[in-house]
């Protein structure tokens, strides 16, 4: 090892261990597997760049192209020295936009997280008015750190050049802002502690900190970080105190007191999480592999998940072979869009940014067609992207429809065709609509299109037939749950006042009244009449409504219907478990064998009303209690991350 590599090596004690072993492995060409986990991070292959290839390139745009697609790559995966040997050749490649909305090297490995070649890239770039470079937004590389919370990559910048600290995007609004806007106060207690505003700014920063320690505490984020959010705070209340503003009220600073309190006993209980997960995680897979080779409906599963994969990487590899242009992506992406093929989107947006700028034949983006098309894991996919898109409020189609107004068409039929049930097929269209319309602003909410028409009254239109279709179903289900509890609670009450075994002339007591199956009896009677009781008024409840608005199917209804099975299972179980227990106690002259063919046979009727309403009370509680929309598991694979800002 050389004495300058040596020096770079102490350099990096800071660092990640999967950073320190990629720049290691670079620099022998060590062979790397892909998919090797270190820590949290993923590992992946960085190719070796091959300058040579990039300047024989017979055309100069495609030489060009070449060019940023390869200093992305770099750039985005941290890769200083492949990054430097472009930028030594192509020294122009340094200032030059690499994404579509401008992005330059530097903007891109602020928001990557790259510190280590951020620092390389501020050494290797002489002049500043290099590093003040803007992107199509008017935005510097400082502002990219405010919204992806880099703080680090914010201090190298402000130490290279202080005025990035004043600069203001086309928007008009500065890095501080910025960091405010996007609550990451770590980078926002730096900005505010660096920047030196004039006297009638006070005011300005006082409100927006303010905002920013408000949207903060709203949020819980500091129960998992609270000693450094509380530093920050303090931070920038010092400075704002002697402007005479009192900014954090008692109230507020009990709050943060008590949270960093206890924040050690929720680490020990995630620590206890852990350790439990991966316990069960080994079991399970150990499990897996054993099912995948004896059992046929577990080994046709993982014979479908082995295609699952090939067909994955042969997309990657058209992908690739495509490039970064999006011509003769359209088709394909506009039908995986449709069809919610989430992992198609991913795999062409990473290899081709500017196919999210593509429209299909009626107009209609990425965005439209997703909500159009109730396509909700593609919805979450490009989310973060939604939600940083300021124009999404003013997007409309050629009949002046915006958002809400297409989120309050009526679904396609193969959309409603997936959820069983007219109730639940309403209940899915009520929560895309209240999220697009979280989306929107109030006044955008007032909006007419050419018919005059607001989302509302497009919405009430569209699933008027839908609206009465739900309450048949909803009234016909609970019809055929309340005949059934009906005769539960019959059953029940006869069995309660007609005393197996007869009682006592004399005292009235029951004859078994001491002994156990008896008293396993008359709770479990007991409780069969008590929750039979109750799902027959929560059943009888929801006949009898008159009508129903619409907004009733979105909780009222599914979970008088959820609470109503609840009961109803509860009641069959005890029901069969109060006449197993007598039945021993009255024929079976205490021998204890007969209790296993006394258990087969009534779990017999159980088992048939489980099969009956247990799919229907398994998707009622997905689609009430679980959330459509927001951070699933199925997103953790995917490229696009949620800090990705290049396809704004």
């Given amino acids: 090892m050389s004495e300058d590599l040596f020096k770079e090596f102490i350099y990096l004690e800071d660092y990640p261990v999967s950073?320190?072993?990629?720049?290691?492995?670079?620099?022998?060409?060590?062979p790397k597997s892909e998919g090797v986990t270190?820590?949290?991070?993923?590992i992946k292959d960085a190719p070796d760049i091959d300058t040579h290839d990039i300047e024989t390139e017979s055309s100069p745009r495609i030489r060009e192209t070449q060019l940023k697609k390869e200093l992305y790559k770099a750039a985005a995966e941290g890769w200083w020295r492949k990054a430097k040997s472009i930028l030594e050749n192509n020294k122009f490649a340094a200032t030059e936009a690499i994404t579509a909305n401008g992005n330059t090297i530097l903007h891109v490995g602020v928001e990557m997280g790259h510190n280590?070649?951020?620092?390389?890239?501020?050494?290797f770039l002489e002049d500043v008015k290099d590093i003040?470079?803007?992107?199509?937004?008017?935005?510097t590389a400082l502002h990219i750190a405010a919204i992806v919370g880099n703080t680090h990559a914010a201090q190298l910048l402000v130490q290279k050049s202080s005025q990035l600290l004043e600069y203001k995007d086309n928007n008009n609004v500065l890095p501080m802002h910025l960091a405010s806007a996007n609550t990451n106060l770590d980078t926002y207690a730096y900005l505010f502690e660096s920047r030196t505003p004039p006297c009638d700014s006070h005011f300005e920063s006082y409100m927006t900190f303010h905002y920013v320690c408000q949207k903060t505490v709203v949020r819980c984020s500091l129960l998992f970080h609270p000693d450094r959010c509380v530093d920050n705070i303090l931070r920038v209340v010092k400075i704002c105190n002697n402007t005479g503003c009192n900014l954090l009220g008692k109230n507020s600073v009990i709050l943060l007191v008590l949270i960093a309190t206890l924040y050690p006993i929720y680490q020990l209980i995630c620590l206890l999480i852990l350790l439990l997960h991966?316990?069960?995680?080994?079991?399970?897979?150990?499990?897996w592999k054993v099912l995948a080779i004896t059992v046929p409906p577990i080994k046709n599963i993982e014979k479908k998940r082995k295609e699952y994969k090939k067909a994955k990487n042969i997309l990657s590899l058209i992908c690739k072979m495509k490039g970064p242009s999006d011509v003769g992506y359209s088709d394909s992406f506009f039908e995986a869009v449709r069809q919610d093929r989430y992992e198609v989107v991913d795999e062409i947006l990473m290899n081709s940014p500017d196919t999210i700028n593509l429209k299909d034949a009626d107009g209609y983006n990425i965005i439209q067609l997703?909500?159009?098309?109730?396509?909700?894991?593609?919805?979450?996919?490009?989310?973060?992207?939604?939600e940083r898109t300021k124009s999404r409020g003013e997007m409309t189609d050629s009949s002046s429809n915006n958002l809400a107004h297409l989120a309050g068409r009526l679904a396609p039929s193969f959309v409603l065709s997936r959820t069983t049930g007219a109730a639940l097929q309403l209940q899915r269209e009520l929560l895309w609509f209240k999220e697009v319309e979280r989306l929107m602003l109030p006044l955008k909410l007032m909006e007419k299109n050419i018919y005059n028409e607001t989302p509302v009254i497009v919405f009430a239109r569209e699933h008027h037939d839908l609206l009465k279709q739900g309450e048949i179903w909803m009234k016909t289900t609970a019809e055929s749950s309340s005949i059934t509890a009906a005769l539960i609670v019959t059953v029940a009450f006869a069995a309660a006042i007609t005393v197996p075994g007869g009682s006592n002339q004399e005292s009235g007591i029951p004859v078994f009244g001491k002994e156990i199956p008896f008293i396993v009896f008359a709770v479990s009677n007991a409780s069969s009449l008590f929750t039979g009781v109750t799902a027959l008024l929560l059943f009888l409840s929801t006949i009898l409504t008159a009508s129903s608005s619409e907004k009733d199917f979105q909780v009222i209804l599914p979970r008088r219907l959820i609470f109503g099975l609840v009961m109803l299972f509860l009641s069959a179980i005890t029901m069969m478990v109060a006449f197993g227990a007598i039945f021993f106690l009255v024929f079976c002259d205490r021998r204890p064998w007969m209790l296993a063919p006394i258990a087969v046979f009534a779990c017999w009727p159980i088992l048939v009303i489980v099969a009956i309403k247990l799919p229907l009370l398994a998707n009622l509680i997905q689609s009430t209690f679980f959330p459509l929309f927001g951070e699933k598991s199925y997103l953790k694979s995917c490229n696009i991350n949620k800090k990705n800002t290049i396809f704004i």
């Fill in 116 to 123: 280590y070649f951020v620092e390389k890239l501020l050494e």
């Fill in 19 to 30: 950073y320190v072993w990629n720049w290691l492995a670079n620099i022998y060409d060590r």
């Fill in 278 to 287: 991966l316990s069960f995680s080994m079991l399970y897979l150990l499990l």
């Fill in 38 to 42: 270190f820590g949290i991070e993923f």
């Fill in 132 to 139: 003040e470079m803007k992107n199509d937004k008017g935005q």
């Fill in 370 to 386: 997703s909500i159009m098309n109730r396509a909700e894991k593609v919805y979450n996919l490009i989310y973060h992207i939604i």
